[in-house]
T-cell receptor, first 114, second 111 residues
Framework: NAGVTQTPKFQVLKTGQSMTLQCAQD?????MYWYRQDPGMGLRLIYY???????DKGEVPNGYNVSRLNKREFSLRLESAAPSQTSVYFC?????????????FGDGTRLSIL | LAKTTQPISMDSYEGQEVNITCSHN???????ITWYQQFPSQGPRFIIQ???TKVTNEVASLFIPADRKSSTLSLPRVSLSDTAVYYC????????????FGAGTRLAVHP
């Protein structure tokens, strides 16, 4: 009963390095999301994928790229990491559009950029 | 965009009922109201969702007045394990938008 699985759980990068955060869901959901959460703040949407083969920008997309590899997997890539991207990253999924469908979240990837 | 406003923090004691109110003045006709709970080092977890009037499940109730410009999450008889951050989320039904999570309400339950 995994739900949404994120890897890695922790990562430390140097400024300028690149990295891909992985997310997979086993609930056959159509929609997937990437959020970031900074200390003491709510979640901000980075990118979302309404369905397999589509992606779109959220509130804070700059500095990130995403790939919806298949229905199960949605990855987030930092091409050139910056200290401002130090955050906790959460992946989520929902059956369809989020308005009437609750999202299911993973437990996050804690990313520090030095 | 439907922005939400919640109290930053609340304190309660074990066994009390806790009511957390969320304001969402710009809610759209088709928007649902969803509440999530988040413990430290975990992702948010769905608690309850509603569109109008009252919704109740095994852990909480959600009260939504007729104008839908606010909603109240009610937690009956809280315990120490209810200490968490609670988020109110309002989103466009049937479509995608910049889903707005506010800063949430940090609830502390004391013995």
């Amino acid at each position: 009963n995994a739900g949404v699985t994120q890897t890695p759980k922790f990562q430390v990068l140097k400024t300028g390095q690149s990295m891909t955060l992985q997310c997979a869901q086993d609930m056959n959901h159509n929609s997937m999301y990437w959020y970031r959460q900074d200390p003491g703040m709510g979640l901000r949407l980075i990118y979302y994928s309404a369905s397999e083969g589509t992606t779109d920008k959220g509130e804070v997309p700059n500095g990130y790229n995403v790939s919806r590899l298949n229905k199960r997997e949605f990855s987030l890539r930092l091409e050139s990491a910056a200290p401002s991207q130090t955050s906790v990253y959460f992946c989520a999924s929902s059956p369809r559009a989020p308005g009437g469908q609750p999202q299911h979240f993973g437990d996050g990837t804690r990313l520090s950029i030095l | 965009l439907a922005k939400t406003t919640q109290p930053i923090s609340m304190d309660s004691y074990e066994g009390q009922e806790v009511n957390i109110t969320c304001s969402h003045n710009n809610i759209a006709t088709n928007d649902y109201i969803t509440w999530y709970q988040q413990f430290p080092s975990q992702g948010p977890r769905f608690i309850i969702q509603g569109y109008k009037t009252k919704v109740t499940n095994e852990v909480a109730s959600l009260f939504i007045p007729a104008d839908r410009k606010s909603s109240t999450l009610s937690l009956p008889r809280v315990s120490l394990s209810d200490t968490a951050v609670y988020y109110c989320l309002v989103g466009l039904s049937g479509g995608y938008n910049k889903l707005i999570f506010g800063a949430g309400t940090r609830l502390a339950v004391h013995p």
